[in-house]
């Protein structure tokens, strides 16, 4: 494992104008850039906070590396300044509690909830934290994570994800069950009394059901994908699928944005080799109406010739009349019975964007480089990070273009156009994030260290939009230094970025 250099400690804040700052970025005169640029222009050493009070010395527990297991240190560090990730996770304890559940997947949420707990900013120095526990959880799921190889971040991730969502779905399920069962006593005769008694407690649980519905997952957004026929305009249905994170193709570059990062992922695509339904419809219908007017014209030369060619004009008559009611509606309509043509391939567009934003925007920069010899090797590309990120040109809108040629849908300004759209309009739309934590890895494609970079918000009270009140550490296993907002963002070899909406 790659020894880690830890920087120097430092404090950071920034200077603000209190009334008239404020009042024009609540009006939305201030662009979204020119906030992030103050910001890291107007931070100076300083140790009081603009109310004139010294700000609160804070300090993070680290956790022991028990071989390799920088990748879950880092990552437990990063979800752990996720406020709305340790609600769910509380939520999902409450439904364990509730449901009585006890399986291996509860075992891992359980031991997760202690972890977090732990890892909750201190007043007072403490002793790292050994996850040996929850390393035992996660092993009866997977076996690799108790191995004393190198591991992924993302890996761990998804498999925490995956098994909180199980959690919550098994748990939600099970309550359900519980308020349509009704089992016999003794003999098999339930009295009255009782049967009132269970009808109280199956109305008591339907009411804490109604009024504690099942926990959201935070992680989860939705995607919308499109393709589109260049050749005859056909778009084919929107698809939408779920995401927990997404996984950003890191440009070969010397340096390079996250917002770039975005935008490959949301690019729109241009496939030579795509086979389109409805051209394979109208070739079909074409190569029907031949035939049909092949055996109208038929001359029948005996009885036996005539019935076949009315047999044959009437199954013809029946497709065509198909055809022409799939290309009128449906074209994704199912064909019994007509073996559809296939058309010489035509060129087709095809996009990803955002359609419903999670309260956690969970990215992972994906920096695999596939070589001619088969092997691979790590993207060394500097993303440069916002501590603002606002996703509004890679989401959709309410307008859906019905053109092969254009976007799924676009943003009502241009990106760069801040100025004329408010922050608060982008906020009312889901779409302004505020940077959380960092999961940095350092070295080779297949070896090196994982080490985390975490925010903690002192006053819960200051405007996030300001940051007035943010400090960040960098933590390396048992590790803990303060470092300034530019060491985050400008610490380029991100793996896992995480972003809380606001």
Not at 116 to 132: C, G, N, T, W, Y
Not at 253 to 264: D, F, G, K, N, Q
Request: hydrophobic residues 35%; aromatic residues 6%; positive net charge.
């Amino acid at each position: 494992m790659n020894s880690l250099v830890v920087p120097s400690n430092h404090r950071s804040m920034m200077l603000m104008a209190s009334v008239g700052f404020a009042s024009l970025m609540a009006l939305g005169l201030l662009s979204l850039s020119s906030i992030q640029g103050s910001n890291s222009s107007s931070k100076r050493r300083t140790g009081r906070r603009k109310q004139g009070r010294r700000r609160r010395k804070v300090y993070l527990r680290g956790l022991y590396n028990l071989g390799n297991t920088c990748f879950l240190n880092s990552t437990l560090q990063s979800l752990a300044s996720l406020n709305a990730f340790n609600l769910y996770v509380k939520q999902c304890i409450e439904l364990l509690a509730e449901s009585n559940g006890d399986s291996v997947d509860a075992g891992i949420v359980i031991q997760l909830n202690k972890v977090l707990d732990q890892l909750e900013p201190r007043d007072s120095h403490v002793k790292a934290l050994s996850p040996r526990d929850l390393i035992s959880s996660l092993s009866y799921k997977g076996q690799w994570i108790a191995s004393r190889n190198e591991q992924d971040a993302q890996e761990l991730f998804q498999m925490l994800s995956s098994t909180l969502q199980t959690v919550a779905r098994k748990a939600d399920g099970s309550l359900l069950g519980a308020l349509n069962t009704n089992q016999p006593i003794g003999n098999g005769f339930i009295s009255t009394n009782h049967q009132q008694q269970q009808q109280q407690a199956a109305d008591a649980k339907q009411e804490r059901r109604v009024s504690n519905p099942a926990p959201e997952n935070p992680l989860l957004g939705m995607a919308a994908s499109r393709t589109a026929c260049v050749r005859c305009g056909y778009i084919e249905a929107i698809r939408h699928s779920t995401f927990d994170n997404l996984s950003l193709t890191v440009p070969r570059a010397h340096v390079t944005t996250i917002e770039e990062c975005l935008a490959m992922y949301t690019a729109m695509d241009r496939l030579d080799d795509f086979c389109c339904r409805h051209c394979s419809i109208v070739a079909t219908l074409a190569r029907v109406k031949r035939d049909l007017a092949e055996y109208q014209t038929q001359p029948a030369n005996s009885d036996r010739s005539s019935k076949k060619a009315k047999r044959m004009v009437a199954q013809l008559s029946e497709q065509q009349h198909m055809l022409e009611e799939a290309l009128a509606n449906n074209p994704e309509a199912e064909l019994k019975g007509i073996e559809l043509s296939r058309p010489p391939p035509s060129t087709s567009t095809r996009q990803t964007m955002i359609a419903r934003p999670p309260k956690i925007l969970a990215l992972h920069l994906s920096r695999s480089i596939y070589l001619p010899t088969g092997g691979t090797a790590k993207n060394p590309a500097c993303v440069r990070l916002e501590r603002l990120l606002d996703i509004s040109p890679f989401t959709t809108t309410g307008h859906i273009s019905t053109i092969a040629s254009a976007p799924i849908s676009g943003p009502s300004l241009a990106a760069s156009s801040y100025s004329r759209e408010s922050l608060a309009e982008i906020r009312r739309r889901n779409c302004l994030y505020l940077l959380n934590a960092v999961v940095v890895h350092s070295g080779a494609h297949d070896s090196g260290h994982f080490y985390a970079y975490r925010r903690i918000e002192v006053d819960p009270d200051a405007d996030p939009l300001l940051g007035s009140s943010d400090q960040w550490f960098m933590i390396s296993d048992t590790s803990a230094v303060e470092v300034p907002l530019d060491t985050v963002l400008s610490a380029g070899n991100g793996y896992l970025v995480f972003y809380e909406r606001i």
